[in-house]
């Protein structure tokens, strides 16, 4: 339990890596706590390809989530890049957030790929807390009990908690739990700052999300977002965006029947671009077939991947 007066002892604060398999919630757990939109969610896997960073300020406490791409065994550049920085982020982290979809362990119970993220971050000496994401999809309350003997059965964890990152649930207890866990250290960042992430990034973030959102199949893995200028004007701000895809075909997947698709994504994204923006913009976006982008180191680089 965490003691009503845990802030007395002086400032707490620290980093406390989000992780877990693809598409548990790590994302929209990290934005809930943070209490804005940080990082992008999306129904496809994989949709967080690199660490981002979220700030939650409190009471005499400084948390800076690290949202992690989903882990697991790499298969290509990207994705041995993304696991290089799962790996990365629970070296440096002070806690840290082991997400597990609760859906789907009333389905088929803990599978391989849980049980592979758990003995990674059993191999820190960092303090674990477990959280059983998306409780609000179980149909009874009582089916959670034996889930969370499951999950505490995968290793040493400090507490476990049954959460909705989507709904809220138990989100205030877990963040207090996470604050009393933090050790005495400095404010790392300025009090109004929600994330040091590259504004160039988060737009191209924005971007690919509406497109995950857009698209099916195969292709939601093919593209990566580049924003290649941004020309601010008098009331009015151009945001130039290229939406790579990996072949001809899923170029015209994403553009669409004349140009349906990509006008989709464009409006969608906007809004959210006009928002961080805090101005009007206009968005132009072209799709480039870049063959094999995902090898490519260089590529990856230049996307901060
Ligand atoms: N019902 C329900 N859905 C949730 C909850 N949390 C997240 N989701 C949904 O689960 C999907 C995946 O969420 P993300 O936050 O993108 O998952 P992630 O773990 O970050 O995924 P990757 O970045 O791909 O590893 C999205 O469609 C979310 O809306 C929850 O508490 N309840
Ligand atoms: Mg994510």
Redesign the pocket.
Known sequence: MIPDDFTEGGFRSGFIAVV?R???????LMNRLVGDKVSI???R????RSPVRGVRNGDGYQAVFVDT??SQKPRDTLRGRMQEQVVESLSEADVILL?LDAADLIGSGVGSGDRYVARLVSATDTPVIACL??A??LEKQEDALPLVDEVMGLGEWRETFLV????GLNAEPLMRAVAGMLPEGPRYFPDDLKTDYPESLILAEYVREKALSALREEVPHAIAVEIEEVERGEGRTVVYAIIHVERTSQRMIVLGKNGRTIKQIGSEARRDVERLLGTSIYLDLKVKVSPGWRSDRGFLERLGL
């Open positions: 877990g693809p598409n548990v919630g790590k994302s929209t969610t999306s129904p896997a994989q949709t967080t791409p989903g997400v994401n998306k609000d999809l909705s990152a989507s709904r």
